[in-house]
Every structure is written in C-alpha cells, then in structure tokens.
C-alpha cells in the first residue's frame, strides 16, 4: 500500500503561493486582453459628464489597495511573538489572499466596466491594478522581510526542502 507524504515546507509554501498568486493575476489579465481584442471604437475620454463610473472606479481601486494593504498589515501585525513557523506562515498566506482577491476584483470591475462603456481609462486602470498585483508576488525575501523573521526562524525557513512539522 502507497503512503503519501503530507510535509509541510518552505519551497512547497513557496510553490503553493506563487501558483496562487499567478492564477489570481491571470484572470484579469486574460479577460483584459479579450475585452480590448473584441471592442469596437475603444476610445480614451476623460470627460466625466454624465458617467458616474467615472468617479466609481478610481475610488474601488484606491480603496482595493488600502484596504487590501491595511488588512494585510493588521493580520500580520497580530501574531504573537512566540506564534510557530508554520502558523506564521499560514496567517501570511491568507492575508496575501485577502491582498490579493481586492486587487483581482477591482481590476475585474474596471476590466469589465470598460467592456460595457469601450472607455479606455477604466482599461488603463485596470491595467494598472494587474500591475500593482503582479508587483506583490511572494518571494522568499520578502516573506522573511514582512513576518521579520530571525534566529531560529530564519534558519528553519531557509532550509527550503525539510520539514516544518
């Protein structure tokens, strides 16, 4: 009878959150480039008379970044001193996913809302969330740089193929 192994280590957690961070950023980026190959007459107009979007979508993407930000501070930001690797590591992934779901949603609602008006500004914006979203990508330097991560720690995350458990 085959046993699996369910070990839980540093280059798998790696792995795990660069494949969900790539497939978060594909789909806005897939749907981006359908939405502008299929339009017709797209047009950049800065002219907000009469289009509330005009004014909607800047502030979901202003506020998909703080907040997503913000909430991804205070989640990391309560993890007791004595918390293990592990549980570090998966209160990190899931504020990432938070982070990263806001920022994918408001580029979808631009992505979306320039299909509906053919304005080219909500495509440059959402454009620019994907960007801001690629730029998030989970390195390892940057988790070990966020959960300040020292000593023990430090070691134990570095030895990217042994265990955690």
Do not use: C
Not at 106 to 131: D, P
């Amino acid at each position: 009878m085959a046993t699996t192994n369910n070990r839980f280590t540093p280059a798998g957690f790696l792995k795990i959150m660069s494949f969900l961070h790539l497939g978060i950023a594909a789909t806005p980026i897939v749907l981006g480039i359908l939405f502008y190959t299929q339009s017709k007459g797209a047009q950049l107009n800065f002219d907000n008379s009469g289009d509330m979007f005009m004014a909607i979508v800047p502030v979901v993407a202003i506020g998909s970044i703080f907040l997503g930000d913000f909430i991804f501070r205070k989640t990391l930001g309560n993890l007791p001193k004595n918390t293990s690797l592990r549980d570090k590591l998966a209160k990190f992934q899931t504020a990432s996913m938070i982070k990263f779901a806001l920022l994918e949603g408001a580029a979808l609602f631009a992505i979306v809302i320039f299909s509906n008006t053919q304005n080219l500004t909500y495509l440059i914006i959402g454009a620019f969330l994907i960007f801001y979203l690629l730029l998030q990508r989970p390195t390892k330097d940057k988790i070990e740089r966020i959960l300040d991560l020292r000593g023990e720690e430090k070691a134990k995350f570095n030895q990217m193929n042994e265990p955690l458990d």
